[in-house]
């Protein structure tokens, strides 16, 4: 049973728009989320993250939006720029430790 | 769709032993394996990649001779943490990289506790 999903594998936005990525989880414990962007051959690197007590965390360009009720959450990122071209990783936390990750995104931004 | 596990999911151990922690691509070659660590509610850290019958690149300020990293096969690779302190207590996490699918897959993590 996939805890966190990520049900578009691709994305494809014209830079200077919006891309906004969704991630649903399923497991109520979770209470922190993190967002992770790979390029290939790569690891990932670390993004942006949100506690469950916030709905709404912001980092320059990038703001993530948490709903809880709808166990939902997106990383939007505006203005989009052709270097935001990676795969997105968004990840849940119970507690201090184990992350479930979702299983990506693929990003394409469109000079 | 390509599985990564992690073996075990959890091990607790005194301290001053060796752990062993597991990571295989179940139905997929993995030519290159990344090791992670995460600390309390903090993103992952990149410790090393690990390519198929090379030496693992350690990143920097992580102890190669403390993490003892092997990727002996397409499907495997396995990460020792030697003479284990408390402060090794973490997360592990192991990612294995799919030429097959050009992405990487995640495994599901190692609880480490060092009493």
């Known amino acids: 049973d996939q805890q966190v999903k990520q049900n578009s594998p691709s994305l494809s936005v014209q830079e200077g728009r919006i891309s906004i990525l969704n991630c649903d989880y399923t497991n109520s414990m979770f209470d922190y989320f993190l967002w992770y962007k790979k390029y290939p051959a790569e690891g990932p690197t670390f993004l942006i993250s949100?506690?469950?007590?916030?709905d709404k965390n912001e980092d320059g360009r990038f703001t993530v939006f948490l709903n809880k009720s709808a166990k939902h959450l997106s990383l939007h990122i505006v203005p989009s720029q052709p270097g935001d071209s990676a795969v997105y990783f968004c990840a849940a936390g119970a507690g201090s430790y184990q992350l479930t990750f979702g299983k990506g995104t693929k990003l394409s931004v469109i000079p | 769709g390509a599985v990564v596990s992690q073996h075990p999911s959890r091990v607790i151990c005194k301290s001053g032993t060796s752990v062993k922690i597991e990571c295989r691509s179940l139905d997929f070659q993995a030519t290159t394996m990344f090791w992670y660590r995460q600390f309390p509610k903090k993103s992952l850290m990149l410790m090393a990649t690990s390519n198929e019958g090379s030496k693992a690149t350690y990143e920097q300020g992580v102890e190669k001779d403390k993490f003892l990293i092997n990727h002996a096969s397409l499907t495997l690779s396995t990460l020792t943490v030697t003479s284990a302190h408390p402060e090794d207590s973490s997360f592990y996490i192991c990612s294995a990289h799919s030429r097959d699918f050009n992405e990487q897959f995640f495994g599901p993590g190692t609880r480490l506790t060092v009493l």
């Open positions: 949100i506690s469950s007590i916030k």
